[in-house]
């Protein structure tokens, strides 16, 4: 057998148990990557607690893995146990608008201009039995025939995805223990393949977008959802509280707030609390203009100096192509765009989209 059939039966030996490999994991793989993102956004906390922990750095990465659990634990089991004390009356309501038909409410009927078009739409729609199935791409509707249907199946993917929660924390555990040691794993082998120099500049750029997306995401978006919570508070809405949870959540998105504020908006109109409606609707648009304009691309952009464009389609191209988890993918991998760019120019400057001229 001659060399170059061996490095071949090598290689492919070697793909084989790659592709195997990934083949078992599969099923857990998006538990690793949230532990790796939230390894990578709180590894500067790890090493202080490790530090004052001394040699015990088992016992910092285990109270530090539980504390971060707690932080999203706590307002998940609030949140949960206010959903569940309305998800029953929520269902009933849904299927009984399914059933029946929403009439139109009094306020849409006489709002300018298009008051009679939306009328005309809703008694088209929503106003006619299975109208509300008509408008959900699966159809899914169709099936509850009674609120229980509805809760069951709410119960599945909630445990489907406290599944996913423990092993990814679990999985965050490990990354605590062994992250110096694969670490270094991880750059010898870059290192081994694309040379020192190389590995070394792109690696440090994925630690700083990491910690600058979740910070321009993650902070920003829970703090829009308490701002706006504090209007929902004060305009009388039901529930402020669970409004205001899922308004954090949907701002972590760009644009995703308005799913919140302008619903909390409509239900407050709903109710014939037209000034509150307003209220709310502009408090949340102004919260949201100053987060999204100036806080957020701020926060990121000056982080890992990339161009506004290259943050906004990095983290809608994500959400689109991997769902949450591509939120912290995608400013990743325009940030190594970038820096393969500018490595084929290297007199343009890292932080715009051009080059400037000498």
Avoid at 93 to 118: E, R
């Amino acid at each position: 057998m001659t060399d170059t059939q061996r490095d071949i039966l090598s290689a492919g030996f070697s793909l084989t148990l790659i592709a195997l490999a990934a083949f078992v994991m599969h099923r857990f793989f998006l538990p690793l990557i949230w532990a790796g993102i939230l390894c990578v956004a709180t590894w500067p906390l790890y090493r202080r607690m490790r530090e004052r922990f001394g040699r015990h750095h088992i016992v910092a990465a285990a109270v530090l893995t539980l504390l971060l659990a707690a932080v999203f634990i706590i307002p998940v089991l609030l949140g949960v146990a206010q959903a569940a004390k309305q998800a029953p009356e929520l269902a009933n309501y849904v299927v009984t608008a399914n059933t029946d038909g929403i009439p139109v409410p009094a306020f849409i009927q006489h709002l300018p201009v298009i008051g009679d078009s939306i009328t005309e739409w809703w008694q088209a729609t929503l106003s006619q039995p299975h109208g509300l199935s008509h408008l959900m791409s699966d159809r899914e509707i169709n099936g509850f025939h009674s609120a229980s249907d509805m809760i069951k199946v709410a119960g599945v993917g909630f445990m489907h995805r406290l599944v996913n929660f423990g092993l990814a924390f679990l999985c965050l555990f490990f990354f605590y223990k062994d992250g110096e040691v694969l670490n270094c794993q991880i750059t010898a082998i870059g290192s081994h393949w694309f040379g020192q120099v190389r590995w070394g500049h792109y690696a440090q750029k994925i630690p700083t977008a990491i910690r600058a997306t979740v910070n321009g995401l993650v902070l920003v978006g829970l703090a829009e959802g308490v701002l706006i919570g504090i209007g929902y508070a004060l305009a009388g809405l039901p529930s402020a509280a669970l409004w205001a949870a899922a308004t954090g959540i949907l701002a972590i998105i760009p644009f995703g707030a308005p799913l919140a504020f302008l619903g909390a908006a409509g239900l407050l109109a709903f109710k014939g609390a037209i000034p509150a409606a307003i209220a709310v609707a502009a408090w949340g648009g102004v919260v949201l203009f100053v987060a999204d304009h100036f806080v957020r691309p701020g926060i990121i952009g000056n982080a890992t100096r990339l161009p506004f464009l290259a943050v906004l389609f990095g983290i809608l191209g994500g959400v689109e192509t991997l769902g949450l988890v591509g939120l912290f993918i995608g400013p990743v991998v325009m940030v190594l765009f970038v820096t393969l760019w500018h490595e084929a120019h290297p007199e343009t400057d890292v932080g715009s989209p051009v080059a400037k001229p000498r």
